[in-house]
T-cell receptor, first 112, second 113 residues
């Protein structure tokens, strides 16, 4: 049962434009959400996170939005750069657990 | 401060064999979690070790077992390998059990033939 879903397997964006990656979850017990970025032949690297008590968190070009009522979060990258081309995983963490629940990933390609 | 390192990076095994994967956690981290990432999927939680004790397990059969050592490095052992065990195995370390910002190693690519 996939509790975290990323319904877009891939996304292409022109350099300088905004990239919006989406993630949906089903478990209302999730209270912490993260985005990880993964390059080929490397492990996932932490990008940005958000607690369920917030609806927005910003770090430089990266902003994560959380809509708890819709059980939806999104990652905005502005402006997009070619170096942002990677697979992005959404992950959720529950109040009672100690494991991440990952989505299936979205492959972002930023076209120069 | 060293990062999370995994060995080997690639491995080919035959169905029915056993395999041991290794992970050195980041300095100062006492918790290690293992994940399996099959092709086209997100990482799936196998188990977590905190101070040498198993501290949670995902939906994996008992032939997946682990160990954590006093220096907090860890091993993942898989017995009776099956073709579906072919995947990228990721190790993540963190400074506590609730590893909300874990650091991942580069992974071990296991191929079972």
């Amino acid at each position: 049962d996939q509790q975290v879903k990323q319904n877009s397997p891939s996304l292409s964006v022109q350099e300088g434009r905004i990239s919006i990656l989406n993630c949906d979850y089903t478990n209302s017990m999730f209270d912490y959400f993260l985005w990880y970025k993964k390059y080929p032949a490397e492990g996932p690297t932490f990008l940005i996170s958000i607690s369920s008590i917030k609806d927005k968190n910003e770090d430089g070009r990266f902003t994560v939005f959380l809509n708890k009522s819709a059980k939806h979060l999104s990652l905005h990258i502005v402006p997009s750069q070619p170096g942002d081309s990677a697979v992005y995983f959404c992950a959720a963490f529950g109040t009672t657990g100690n494991q991440f629940y990952f989505g299936t990933g979205t492959s972002l390609t930023v076209i120069p | 401060e060293t990062g999370v390192t995994q060995s080997p990076t690639h491995l080919i095994k035959t169905r029915g064999q056993q395999v041991t994967l290794r992970c050195s956690s980041q300095s100062g981290h006492n918790t290690v979690s293992w994940y399996q990432q099959a092709l086209g999927q997100g990482p799936q939680f196998i188990f977590q070790y905190y101070r040498e004790e198993e501290n949670g397990r995902g939906n994996f059969p008992p032939r997946f077992s682990g160990l954590q050592f006093p220096n907090y490095s860890s091993e993942l052992n898989v017995n009776a390998l099956e073709l579906d065990d072919s995947a990228l195995y990721l190790c993540a370390s963190s400074p506590g059990r609730r590893n909300t910002e874990a650091f991942f190693g580069q992974g071990t690519r296991l191929t079972v033939v």
